[in-house]
């Protein structure tokens, strides 16, 4: 079909698309579009000078389609209009794909976009059945895999999302985002080997290490050189470099340093934990604290306590990476510390236009963040040792001591036993509250020889997923352990989590990823912990906190020396409580727990690596 209205015709049409007209009027429109192909009338619209006022395009493509309801063009049309209602209307976009889809079932776009706008209002079944009951092309097939196994990921439906995520590999094994979530998910259901020896099609078992994630890579790989690579090929995908610098490399002259704590986590979160009494303390003669928040407000009583530390509580939620760029250089902070690492909701993209002068990564991330605009990696002598220094970017900053901030209030916490937790009174209660993507078929070996020799003891664990949980019985199973040793707890509040610690007899610690704001709980109260430290920031966590407690001894450096000390202590009830008995009184709180002087420690490191003009 050629175009063969008239210029007159064209100008008098444009600015009455969308309108309610009278009768004649909207009949001659009709006719008009009745003459125009789709990709004519959009060429007209796009070359036209006049203002589109807002919501014009809903109007031109709902038009074009009354007027050519039988078009061969009209499934194009109905899709075009869900695009244009998807950011206002989730509703009325769904109805245009779904019409879409009626006049051209196999068209796979319109099945997508349905499905995610079934998913923004909360329909996630009914997503979910709409990707599963679409015709599949060849060139559709993966991301239609690829979205059911993500909505079923955040579902905690992780067996079925792994199964369509290896579909989805199958089909194409180049997606480095696939390979992630689908290693990630394997990590959590701890369906071992993590990353079979053999790959997959397409895929050699260094593909898959490379392509694991920065997160998985801290329980998958003990070498810290190792973990750098698969974040460097993390950032390289996905962090491009900003235009240009935004903060004077001078630096500032201000009279108190101004510190930018930025963070998606200042809620019910780990971090926010260990971190909000360091906020709290910070000399306001010398320190001015900004906190750059992402997060969503969960009304959480730690939420709450954070933002009070504040000076400068700052929502940039809604703001976009360059513009949060832009707020920190207005603000000039001086010190910009990232709290998130390559973890969900990091904002690295503000950190390549360098809104600071010092920028510093701290906390959220345990390991590497090789991105060129980071300065400063915070840490102290045990978990990066000087001689390994330079298998790490940025540069590691260690601090005297220890590393991790603690929060040294003491909590009110409600009555616990181990009759109420399902826990035998008569037996050694081995425990590990670690997430089960932590655990490794290595440690577990080891836990399982450890039960084996110390016949009188159970295994306590965190009951993540049901998948995780059938996978560990099992494999205790195949170690000729009686699955019935291995007891699950489930997740509950701070205070009860906290509470039933003390009713363990000896933490087992997880190696190469260790436990870090679990650990100091478990120290805390007063429950022993036996780690593994190897060659990585993420192994040492826990040997960093016992060093700095007084309890170096249980600080083993092989899976032989770990399984030794575990059963020498199982075994022997004296040396068992000797070992409690130091860990009781006020052993945390004048160690882990020195806030005061964790504050001051750390604030020397921050005004030794201020920039400041002419110094």
């Known amino acids: 079909m050629s175009d063969t209205t008239t210029p007159a015709e064209r100008a008098w049409l444009l600015p009455r698309l969308g309108q309610d007209l009278p009768a004649p009027e909207a009949e001659l429109r009709q006719g008009l579009l009745a003459r125009l192909r789709l990709e004519q009338l959009l060429g007209l619209v796009e070359t036209s000078d006049m203002a589109r ?13 009354m007027a050519n309801p039988a078009s061969p063009q009209a499934a194009a049309a109905w899709f075009n209009l869900g695009v244009e209602w998807a950011p206002h209307d989730a509703g009325k976009a769904a109805s245009a794909y779904q019409q879409a889809l009626t006049l051209k079932p196999d068209f796979h776009p319109a099945a997508v976009n349905l499905g995610l706008s079934l998913e923004r209002q909360g329909q996630t079944e009914a997503a979910l059945a709409c990707w599963a009951e679409a015709l599949q092309p060849d060139a559709a097939r993966t991301a239609l895999l690829n979205h059911r196994g993500r909505v079923l990921e955040e579902l905690g439906r992780f067996e079925e999302a792994m199964e369509l995520l290896f579909k989805s590999l199958l089909t194409d094994p180049v997606q480095p985002d696939v390979v992630q979530h689908w290693s990630h998910l394997r990590q959590k259901t701890c369906s071992w080997p993590i990353v079979p020896p053999e790959g997959l099609p397409g895929l050699s078992h260094r593909d898959l290490v490379v392509q694991s994630g ?33 903060s004077p490399p001078e630096g500032y002259a201000h009279p108190r340093i101004r510190i930018g704590y930025m963070s998606s986590d200042f809620c019910r979160h780990a971090m926010s934990f260990l971190i909000v009494e360091l906020l709290e303390r910070h000399d306001r003669t010398q320190f001015e604290v900004f906190g750059y928040c992402s997060s969503l407000d969960d009304g959480s009583p730690i939420r709450a306590r954070v933002l009070a ?156 997923n049901p998948t995780a949980k059938r996978n560990l019985h099992a494999a205790a199973q195949a170690a000729g352990i009686d699955p019935a040793r291995l007891i699950f707890a489930q997740r509950v509040e701070p205070e009860r989590y906290l509470a039933r610690m003390a009713l363990g007899d000896l933490f087992l610690d997880t190696s190469p990823y260790n436990a870090g704001t679990v650990a100091s709980d478990a120290l805390r109260m007063g429950l022993p912990l036996l780690t593994l430290s190897q060659g990585s920031f993420a192994s040492r966590m826990a040997g960093s906190l016992l060093n700095a407690i007084g309890m170096p001894e249980t600080i083993a450096t092989s899976h032989a020396d770990y399984v030794e000390l575990a059963v020498g202590l199982a075994t022997d009830p004296a040396r068992h409580a000797t070992l409690r008995a130091r860990l009781q009184g006020d052993a945390w709180q004048k160690t882990l727990g020195d806030s005061e002087g964790f504050a001051r420690r750390f604030e020397a490191a921050m005004t030794r690596i201020r920039v400041q003009p002419g110094k």
């Open 53 to 65: 006022p807002p919501l014009y395009m809903i109007g031109v493509y709902r038009d074009w389609i």
């Open 214 to 246: 920065p997160l998985g890579a801290l329980a998958l790989l003990a070498d810290p050189e190792a973990q750098r690579e698969v974040g460097r090929h993390w950032l390289t995908r996905k962090i491009a470099p900003a235009p240009h610098r935004l």
């Open 309 to 464: 530390a504040l000076d400068h509580h700052v929502p940039v939620r809604a703001l976009d990476d360059a513009a949060l760029a832009q707020r920190i250089r207005a603000d000039e902070i001086d010190i910009l510390i990232d709290l998130n690492g390559m973890t969900k909701g990091a904002r690295l993209q503000t950190l390549r236009w360098k809104p600071a002068p010092v920028q510093a990564t701290y906390l959220g991330y345990i390991g590497s963040v090789p991105l060129p605009e980071l300065d400063w990696l915070i840490c102290d002598d045990f978990t990066i040792p000087a001689e390994r220094a330079a298998e790490y970017s940025p540069t590691p900053l260690p601090l005297p001591v220890v590393y991790q901030a603690n929060d040294s209030r003491v909590p009110t916490l409600p009555p616990v036993s181990r009759a109420a937790e399902g826990l035998p009174e008569d037996r050694f209660v081995f425990c590990c509250f670690c997430n089960s993507y932590k655990i490794t078929p290595d440690v577990f070996a080891a836990w399982m020889t450890i039960l084996a020799r110390a016949p009188d003891s159970v295994l306590w664990l965190v009951a993540d």
